[in-house]
């Protein structure tokens, strides 16, 4: 399907709008390990972040967002792009498993990993932190929150500030895949 919302050139921005672009291809996005174009040959945003100049005060905070989940989270670099590729697959989000497995493979990701990943499976998985952060990231996914075991075995592993993070890196990431689908027609 054909994207829905043009992109706009950076000529054509209004100054909100500029504000916005400049947030997302001048901050941790552009300056750090990225295995995925930002913008285009001509400069248009890609993927979901296109969508986030139509609104200026809303895509500033959701970019800022993702930023603070990307790049600002205790959550180690697997476990961040494990639960990432489960929303993608949730989703069916091409753009995120795209930009994702490259990141995930640049993180130590596995062939066999991304597979499973891919197809909506957990992979075979021996690190506790990581198994337990793809269990609470597959309960959102399927049922929206966590039973009382769910959650403790999460806080165990997680403490509460990455649950917390991790419940908010699953949002934002579904968030994400509903402006695609909506937007760009994935």
Known sequence: MQARLAGLPPAELNERQAEVYRAITGGP????????????????????FNAMLLSPPVGLAVQALGAAVRYGSALGDRVREMAILAVAAHWNSAFERDAHEAMGRAVGLTAEELAALRTGTAPELTDPVELAALRATSA???RGGLNDEEYADAVSALDERGLFELTTLVGYYSTLALQLRVFAGE
């Open 29 to 48: 996005r552009a300056t750090g390990q990225q295995a995925f174009a930002l913008t285009d040959p001509d400069g248009r945003l890609l993927g979901p």
């Open 140 to 142: 959102l996914l399927q």
